[in-house]
């Protein structure tokens, strides 16, 4: 199918509309995958409905239609990331913050295609049960720390590459929460509280304990490449030569301050596989788009697939249904975090007096003006009346897509 040029305004989900279809009567896709196809190619057209409004001065009509708000579609995250990032802010600690990441190695990826779920849950359960157990350790800290982990599964070209983002304050709050423990090797609180090759190693060894049980409990898919591994032998030679990989851990050098560290935390929290922005052209069945080469000096490049290709790599980071992407641990476990930080603050001497009274939720209007400098309830045409809502447009489907 051959599609004319386009150099403006292009979007993933013009890739979706385009060669969607062919590809969908092509290849076998689970449920949450179509789900989120759906949404992508439906969001912000006459499909999902909307509402026309008229200005009160000059009767300028303007139509707007409503979002798929699903976690995948890149048109669809901003207004989740400002809500997020502003219940975050009452809740981040007057210390430094550092940026540690847990990458596994990429022979695993095939085996993580077809067992998403059951690995994506290891990934997270190993990478927080070490950088807890070692912050435990009075050989490093010795003190409960926090960590916000952020599940990425994507490289800059789109391949499968699973690893975690974790932000945590620099120290943590010692065992009978009394004080504030900074990094034994560092006064200056410029490092981390242990070595990259120590979490490394502890990283591999939980991991590969939890792979190996999830294969005596049967948890594990074998299908297609890793079909294979379904014999004991063979399991057991797989997980022999991960043992003797590298496992890559990466950590970042502190934030400033608190609104550095929310503004860092938005470039990772909502993102998606590959931005809109990052599309060039959309032509002759191929789709161009951007990327940043890191292994070539960090260069940015372009590079183009064939339709198909770009469909196939978007769609191996569709996560599963009510997959969780970001959570939790430590001092900010769900479960306790209001208290914890409340002592957590008191320890570090900002008094409920220091802090500023929480303001109320921006709405809709006042977050497009804080983001865009736009008010969208001023007319655009004549810029002085104010768009008021005329006409309600019913849905084109039954059903929109949901959440996945």
């Given at each position: 199918m051959?599609t ?17 279809p062919?590809?969908r009567s092509?290849h ?10 759906s949404?992508i ?11 026309v409004e ?10 707007s239609?409503n979002?798929?708000?699903n976690r995948?579609c890149?048109?669809c ?16 600690l ?6 540690v ?16 779920k059951?690995?994506y849950t ?10 807890l ?6 050989r ?6 926090g ?9 800059q070209?789109?391949?499968d ?5 974790g932000v945590?304050?620099c120290?943590?709050l ?15 609180k ?7 090759n ?5 990283f ?14 049967g ?13 004991g ?14 496992w890559?851990t990466y ?13 860092y ?7 998606v596989?590959?931005?809109n922005?990052?599309?060039v052209k959309i ?6 788009f951007?990327y ?7 260069q940015?490049?372009q ?9 196939r ?5 569709i996560?599963p249904d ?7 641990y430590g001092?900010?476990n ?5 208290a ?8 570090l ?13 921006e ?18 045409c ?5 768009m008021?809502?005329r006409?309600?447009?019913?849905p084109?489907?039954?059903s ?5």
């Amino acid at each position: 199918m051959n599609t004319p040029h386009r150099s403006k305004g292009m979007e993933v989900a013009d890739v979706f509309r385009c060669y969607g279809p062919a590809y969908r009567s092509t290849h076998k896709l689970p449920l949450h995958i179509l789900k989120a196809i759906s949404a992508i190619e439906r969001c912000r057209t006459a499909l999902l409905g909307g509402h026309v409004e008229r200005c009160d001065t000059c009767d300028h009509i303007r139509i707007s239609y409503n979002s798929c708000r699903n976690r995948h579609c890149p048109k669809c995250q901003s207004l989740a990331k400002e809500r997020w990032l502003a219940a975050r802010k009452k809740e981040l600690l007057p210390v430094s913050y550092f940026h540690v990441v847990l990458t596994i190695p990429d022979g695993l990826n095939p085996l993580v295609l077809v067992n998403q779920k059951v690995l994506y849950t290891i990934l997270f359960k190993a990478g927080s049960e070490t950088l807890l157990e070692l912050g435990r350790d009075s050989r490093h800290l010795g003190a409960e720390v926090g960590l916000i982990a952020i599940l990425h599964t994507w490289g800059q070209n789109l391949m499968d590459h699973p690893h975690l983002h974790g932000v945590m304050p620099c120290g943590g709050l010692s065992h009978e929460g009394k004080e504030w423990l900074l990094p034994k090797k560092s006064s200056r609180k410029k490092e981390f509280f242990v070595h990259v090759n120590v979490i490394s190693d502890l990283f591999k060894k939980k991991f590969l304990d939890y792979l190996k049980e999830a294969y005596r409990k049967g948890a594990l898919k074998f299908v297609g490449k890793v079909e294979y591994l379904r014999a004991g032998q063979e399991f057991q030679a797989f997980v022999n030569t991960l043992y003797h990989r590298k496992w890559i851990t990466y950590c970042k050098r502190p934030f400033g301050g608190p609104e550095q560290v929310l503004e860092y935390l938005g470039r990772y929290t909502h993102r998606v596989a590959i931005s809109n922005e990052r599309i060039v052209k959309i032509d002759d069945d191929k789709v161009t788009f951007r990327y940043r080469d890191y292994r070539g000096g960090n260069q940015v490049k372009q590079m183009t697939l064939e339709a198909f290709e770009f469909i196939r790599r978007f769609l191996l980071h569709i996560l599963p249904d009510n997959f969780v992407k970001i959570r939790y641990y430590g001092l900010f476990n769900n479960r306790n975090r209001k208290a914890k930080i409340r002592l957590c603050k008191e320890v570090l001497g900002t008094s409920a007096s220091d802090e500023q009274e929480p303001a109320a939720p921006e709405s809709w209007e006042e977050l497009c003006i804080r983001l865009t400098g736009i008010d969208p309830r001023i007319c655009p045409c004549c810029g002085t009346g104010r768009m008021v809502r005329r006409e309600t447009l019913r849905p084109l489907i039954h059903s929109p897509p949901g959440k996945v």
